[in-house]
């Protein structure tokens, strides 16, 4: 695709409910990031996928957080049992592989955790 | 591990005025990326300017510039000649082993 697309755009979910985001980054990326924005706050580092190597997944906040990639290209972060602190924007970036490239972002998806 | 800190969450400019946004980082590693991005309201992350930390000159795009020290372990971006439609956050960002953001400065310009 022309870009990093993310779906969806919007969720609202109740409290102790699964979710999961999608990504599909753009074709030919390797490396593939999720973050979470909280509201005016930074981005927070949740995992790292890079071609076949087992991913970085040192940001996850708690074990009910987790995310796979099929096939090196689309991506799904679930959350499990959501509270209402996992309420925030999630984004997915993905960049080719090569060290220091820049990375192309999706609109994010916002989740509301009522 | 890296860390980054973006010690400003708000600054503003009149338009047409210059503006530093502040940026320090923290890493053991000698050969690293650093990176601005641009975050309007519409929520798209955009990539402003990208200094390789190998390279001892500044990094430049157009009214963007950076002011790298390698020692001081600084990374600020100036914005010259600045416009209504620079108004944003900005995140400041390092890559060593994955890319890792500042919590950023929101910049408001006045007209």
């Known amino acids: 695709g022309a870009g990093v697309s993310q779906s969806p755009s919007n969720k609202v979910t109740e409290k102790g409910k699964d979710v999961e985001l999608r990504c599909d980054p753009i074709?030919?990326?390797?490396?593939l990031y999720w973050y979470r924005q909280s509201l005016g706050q930074g981005l927070e580092f949740l995992i790292y996928?890079?071609?076949?190597?087992?991913?970085?997944k040192s940001g996850l906040p708690s074990d009910r957080f987790s995310a796979e990639r099929t096939g090196g290209s689309v991506s799904t972060l679930t959350i499990q049992r959501t509270q209402q602190e996992d309420s925030a924007v999630y984004l997915c970036a993905s960049s080719w592989d090569r060290v220091g490239t820049e990375a192309f972002f999706g609109q994010g998806t916002r989740l509301t955790v009522v | 591990a890296q860390t980054v800190t973006q010690s400003q969450p708000e600054m503003s400019v009149q338009e047409a005025e210059t503006v530093t946004l502040s940026c320090t980082y923290d890493?053991?590693?000698?050969?690293?990326?650093l990176f601005w991005y641009k975050q309007p309201p519409s929520r798209q992350m955009i990539l402003v300017i990208r200094?390789?930390?190998?390279?001892?000159q500044n990094a430049t795009e157009n009214r963007f510039s950076v002011n790298f020290q390698k020692a001081a372990k600084s990374f600020s971006l100036k914005i010259s000649d600045s416009q209504l439609g620079d108004a944003a956050m900005y995140f400041c960002a390092i890559y060593t082993d994955k890319l890792i953001f500042g919590t950023g400065t929101r910049l408001q310009v006045f007209p």
């Open positions: 074709s030919g990326h390797t490396a």
């Open positions: 890493t053991s590693e000698s050969d690293y990326y």
């Open positions: 200094q390789e930390a190998y390279k001892q």
């Open positions: 996928f890079q071609g076949n190597s087992a991913p970085d």
